[in-house]
């Protein structure tokens, strides 16, 4: 009986643990507010060791800082060098050299007295270095085919004699 109260308790605070973030008192919300609680949300919720920071993101010209409908945010974050145990601003965490960027729609939605706010990020391709081919021989050797299929077979003879 003791157990099923400890799994009931751990329920209940997962469950506090994934609801919206408030929205206590402001009737506006700016996109630079939105963008802060959309990564506060974002570090708060998901299972990773780093915490992850506003990279870039592309103003809305049609924002509504009242919430009247439901708004959109496009943004990419980047992985930090502080981890989520840390606690810190993730404004004062310096980006990782080769930390994953991902790309973001976070949809923000006034429910009254507070506010709903859902991210949605992929992982970004990696715009790196690509890698050298390998096999040359083998790259020269088609090559060397396509060619003679295009051209038309010639003969030649080449006659060389030589006196002693």
Same mark, same amino acid.
């Not at 609801?19 to 990564?39: C, K, M, R, V, Y």
């Not at 992850?52 to 959109?72: C, E, G, H, N, Y």
């Not at 960027?101 to 506010?115: A, I, M, P, Q, Y």
């Not at 020269?140 to 003969?155: A, C, D, T």
């Given at each position: 009986?003791?157990?099923?109260?400890?799994?009931?308790?751990?329920?209940?605070?997962?469950?506090?643990?994934?609801?919206?973030?408030?929205?206590?008192?402001?009737?506006? !919300? %700016?996109?630079? @507010?939105? +963008?802060?609680?959309? $990564?506060?949300?974002?570090?708060?919720?998901?299972? &990773?060791?780093? #915490?992850?920071?506003?990279?870039?993101?592309?103003?809305?010209?049609?924002?509504?800082?009242? !919430? %009247?409908?439901? @708004?959109? +945010?496009?943004?990419? $974050?980047?992985?930090?060098?502080?981890?989520?145990? &840390?606690?810190? #601003?993730?404004?004062?965490?310096?980006?990782?050299?080769?930390?994953?960027?991902?790309?973001?729609?976070?949809?923000?939605?006034?429910?009254?007295?507070?506010?709903?706010?859902?991210?949605?990020?992929?992982?970004?391709?990696?715009?790196?270095?690509?890698?050298?081919?390998?096999?040359?021989?083998?790259?020269?050797?088609?090559?060397?085919?396509?060619?003679?299929?295009?051209?038309?077979?010639?003969?030649?003879?080449?006659?060389?004699?030589?006196?002693?």
């Amino acid at each position: 009986m003791g157990s099923i109260r400890v799994v009931v308790l751990l329920l209940l605070l997962g469950l506090k643990c994934t609801e919206p973030a408030s929205f206590t008192g402001n009737t506006h !919300l %700016s996109q630079t @507010q939105a +963008l802060d609680i959309a $990564i506060q949300v974002y570090n708060n919720e998901r299972k &990773e060791e780093y #915490n992850f920071r506003v990279l870039s993101a592309q103003p809305q010209k049609d924002w509504d800082p009242t !919430l %009247s409908k439901p @708004q959109s +945010l496009i943004f990419t $974050i980047k992985e930090t060098e502080c981890k989520v145990v &840390e606690n810190l #601003n993730t404004e004062q965490c310096p980006f990782k050299d080769n930390g994953q960027v991902k790309n973001c729609r976070g949809l923000f939605t006034d429910e009254g007295k507070s506010l709903s706010v859902e991210n949605i990020c992929e992982l970004q391709e990696s715009t790196g270095p690509m890698r050298a081919r390998r096999g040359l021989r083998k790259f020269f050797k088609k090559v060397k085919e396509k060619i003679k299929k295009l051209l038309p077979k010639m003969s030649f003879m080449i006659h060389w004699s030589r006196r002693f």
